[in-house]
Each structure stands twice: as structure tokens, then as C-alpha cells.
């Protein structure tokens, strides 16, 4: 009884073990997708308010276009046929992301 006691703490020590790995893995990955969107926008702010409108568009237009480079031909999934209908939307209305979609087509 006491050896089956054993083995029950030690497997539960491990489960909290991967799951505090899978916790902070998935910490990790939404730290660098928030750093990524920091700096983008502080660049994007930095155009914005010397004036650059246009760089301002252009730039935040890239990472749009390497969305639908990237996912546009994949199994739709409910979040990714949501972005890629604004995309579709933005792409018609604003000129500069229909440029910048056209660039990523190889």
C-alpha cells in the first residue's frame, strides 16, 4: 500500500512538473507575440506622429499581408476565415494592403 502511495506522489510531482513547463512555454510564446506587437507599434506611432501617414500604412500593412501569404491557403479554421474575411474587406477598401498583398504573392 505504501509503495502504491509512492508511486501516485511521485507521477503526481511529475504531472505538475509538465504542466507548469506547458504553462510557462505557452507564457513564452505569448510574451514574444506581445513584444512583436509592442515594437511594431511603437514604430508604426513613431510615423504617425512625424507625419509619415503613408510609411505609417505601409508598414502596418505587412504584417497583414504575410498573414494571408502564410494562412490564406490553409484548412479554414473559424478564427482564420474571420481574419482572412477583414483582410479580404481591408484589402478592397485600403489600397496600400491590397499593394502589400500583392507584393508577398511570389
Keep these: 500500500m505504501a509503495g502504491l502511495a509512492i508511486g501516485w506522489y511521485a507521477g ?16 513564452e510564446t505569448m510574451e514574444s507575440y ?11 506611432i513613431g510615423l504617425v506622429e512625424s507625419g509619415q501617414y503613408q510609411k505609417a500604412s505601409e508598414y502596418l500593412s505587412k504584417p497583414i499581408a504575410v498573414y494571408e501569404h502564410r494562412f490564406g491557403h490553409l484548412q479554414p479554421t473559424e478564427e482564420r476565415t474571420n481574419v482572412l474575411q477583414k483582410i479580404k474587406t ?9 499593394r502589400a498583398i500583392e507584393q508577398q504573392t511570389p
Design 12 to 27: 503526481r510531482g511529475q504531472a505538475r512538473h509538465e504542466t507548469t513547463e506547458a504553462v510557462q512555454q505557452m507564457m
Design 34 to 44: 506581445d513584444a512583436a506587437e509592442a515594437v511594431t507599434s511603437i514604430r508604426a
Design 90 to 98: 481591408a484589402a478592397a477598401q485600403f489600397p496600400v494592403v491590397a
